[in-house]
């Protein structure tokens, strides 16, 4: 924190808990920054002990990742990161972030996603930081009482999402530096450093993570990368060449009491990496107004001669896209000051300077560095002593250095030394570095699927916890359930009733995966034949059709029936149709795709056909439905659950009432949380006419007394009743009652009555009684013919002719 601060002072160590003032004692900004140090590591201790080190309210949980028109979009709540809140107020897009700037627009990372296939994923993170803020941040900090004083700062929680485009088997790209990958890593071993300081285990989250999505386990179990480089710092006598003068005494030999901050500027090892420094805890910044060439305007020129800018300075230009760039917390680019002109507030660099865009904050920092070792880069770390000024010597260890990587040293001139190791250290002569943590937290992998509907899927990668106030959460299910189906396990249905109303299956919960054919499988299992020597009769009017046990429709004209019995073997159809949802979200529904275009006509036509002569040998078809327990799932992060389909079988009887049947028990389940479930029931063509048999083709009648008297008559080979009638014969009993239409396709005068039709279920035939009204005046041919319409839009006919002749005058 590049604050105005007289010292930094808390070790976790020392396990205060408060800062309590005296009477008549003089009170330091240190002390009661040191209080704010204390609170906040006991609140975010206490909020990591509670929590974990990731994790989100379940009743708020925020952060929430999705694909929207192809961009990304982060839901509204909270989700805590490593103890720091952070709380998204409203849904926003992702590349609406106002802290997130020259990042990928999401809309190409997707497209690049398209582009990579479906092996590839975009990885998505929170990603969460502290930094101070200062008056030029917020001017509200400001007292317009006391003339727009300078006052307090904050300390303010960042937070915003990154989102970065993985390719299969690789590690996530590194943006100019440290990936989020690397800076989660760093963030838990700094965690765990500071929990072995206080004796305690670090935590682990293996565990937890291998309840999650492969891609989700793969960005919370990464390397840790951490940031091993050390300083050592201490006082010296001067380093005056001239023999002749005498040596100023060991010691800090400053004037005024200062908090000097070594800053690492380029990250590297120890023979790599640069630093800079300042006497001021670098809190000398001002706000750029301007920049033309080497000539910069700043909105002052500090509030004095100790606190401004001189001629040779080296000073940091920088502005927000260096905060919040996509890899955040990187420093400027320094600059030496070759002229200051304080009537224009004009400061003109050696050489020219990079633009900086005053609406993004830019800003201009002062850094007291010196000598001719010091360049654009500041000055090389190297691993021997190097003077700063006064007597100041630091030196650095071997270890990596990261960009931001920082030392404090408050020097004093009371005693004329510099407080090294710091209070707030462990008392080793080299001391690790603090640093901006940037704590991250996996949010999301993203996955293109061009067979969904949305033709992406997003993997959630948070962690979910309740509320204190609900210790005891209603409870999650262990499985994903079965609790109702649409059809009775092996029973039969009509193929009607299967395109008009598909499959329903109903769960406890809604499934959040997706279901596709692929974890939903519908088959169809029909007879097939052989094409070999076959014992067929052809049904005619001398081989009436209720003396057969299996008609078979060869073509429009002829029914055979086969009297020999073989062993039936079927193939096997897997049906890929719609799956659609209810609007309660816990019901999938299989729908048979029909709506009448030509092509999915004849494909249930053919369906129909197929089943048809399954019925030849009294084998319907078989379907089956079989949902992938590991496939089908609910509930998020370690709340995600997947089906336990197993449903024990029962006894029952089929509709008819004397079959019996396996029923299945539900809900399913037998305690296996990834088990299948199965069901079957069998498929019954649409109902077909084998035949329309009339009891008389010739009938001889005459009129007597107003009635019609039949005379003669000429029945078919099997003597049938004296009444005329017709007997209307079905491939197959209907499983419900069926409809027959009955018509005249030939004759003349209406002379037959045609009463409606209706076959009962479970009966193959229906015989319907036909009503001579008049007498004819000639003989007359007639043809009846019975119509069977089906949802399907086709029909089939079957027709009778007959003929009716008066009988002569009687004589006498």
Known sequence: MKGDFSRIRFNPVKQYTAVLEQQGRVALDADANEQCAIDGYLRETETFDVVGQWGAPVHDAGFEIGVVNNKIVVGAGRYYVDGLVCENLAAIRYDDQPLLLDSPASAVLIQDLIRAGTTASIRVFLQAWQRLATALDDPC?????????????????????????????????????????????AARAARGKELAL???????????????????????????????????????????????????AAGYRGLENQLYRVEIHQGGDEMTATFKWSRENGSVVVAIQSVSGADVTVASLGPDANLGFQVGQWVEISDDA?????????????????????????????????????RRNARLRRWDQVGAVVTSDGVLVSGSWIDLENGIQVRFGPGKYFPGDYWVIPARTATGQIEWPPCDSDGQMFQQPH???????????????????????????RLLFYPLTELTPPPTPSALHITNISWANDDVMPIETLVEDGLKVTFD??????????????????????????????????????????????????????????????????LDST???????????????????????????????????????????????????????TGTGTGRVFLDGQAFGQPAMRADGTTARVDLQLPSGNGQKTSDFESWFYLYPAPQLVSVLVAYTDLTVRAAGGNVIVTACTPPATPLPTAQQATITLLYPPLVATAISLSFAAGTGNIVALPPVTVPAGQPTVTVPLKLLAVPAQKTSFTLAAHLSTPFGDWNARSQPFTITPAPPVIG
């Not at 990368?225 to 001067?238: K, M, N, R, Y």
């Not at 009769?537 to 003396?547: D, H, I, K, Q, W």
């Open 322 to 358: 260096d905060l919040f760039g996509l890899l955040p917390n990187q420093p400027g680019r320094l600059y030496q000051i070759k002229n200051i002109v304080a009537t224009s507030q004009t400061i003109t660099m050696t050489t020219s300077v990079v633009p900086v865009d005053p």
């Open 509 to 574: 919960h809604s499934p959040d995966g997706p279901v596709t054919p692929g974890n939903f499988i519908v088959t169809l299992e029909v007879p097939f034949f052989f094409e070999g020597a076959r014992n067929l009769v052809e049904l005619s009017a001398e081989t009436p059709a209720r003396t057969l046990a299996a008609p078979r429709v060869v073509s429009a004209e002829a029914i055979f029936v086969e009297t020999f019995t073989y062993t039936t073997m079927r193939d096997l159809t897997i």
């Open 198 to 248: 206080r004796g305690l285990p670090p935590h682990r989250t293996g565990s937890i993570a291998r309840t999650l999505a492969p891609c989700c386990q793969a960005m919370y179990e990464t390397a840790t990368d951490d940031h091993t480089g050390t300083l050592a710092a201490q006082t010296s006598g001067g380093t005056d060449t001239c023999g002749c003068q005498p040596v100023p």
């Open 579 to 633: 799956i659609i949802r209810d609007q309660a979200g816990n019901t999938l529904r299989w729908i048979m795709p029909f709506d009448g275009s030509s092509l999915q006509r004849q494909e249930v036509l053919y369906i129909n056909k197929r089943l048809a002569e399954g019925m030849l040998v009294g084998q319907p078809g078989r379907m089956r439905v079989k949902l992938l327990g590991h496939a089908m799932f």
């Open 435 to 461: 640093y901006p943590k940037v704590r991250t937290a996996p949010l999301a992998c993203i996955h293109y699927d061009p067979s969904s509907r949305q033709n992406f899927t997003v993997d959630d990668c």
């Open 141 to 185: 900090f400001r007292e317009p009482a006391l003339g727009q004083a300078d006052t307090t700062t904050r300390l303010q929680t960042v937070h915003r999402v990154v989102a970065m485009l993985v390719q299969p088997r690789e590690v996530a790209p590194d943006p100019g530096g440290v990936s989020p990958l690397d800076q989660a890593g």
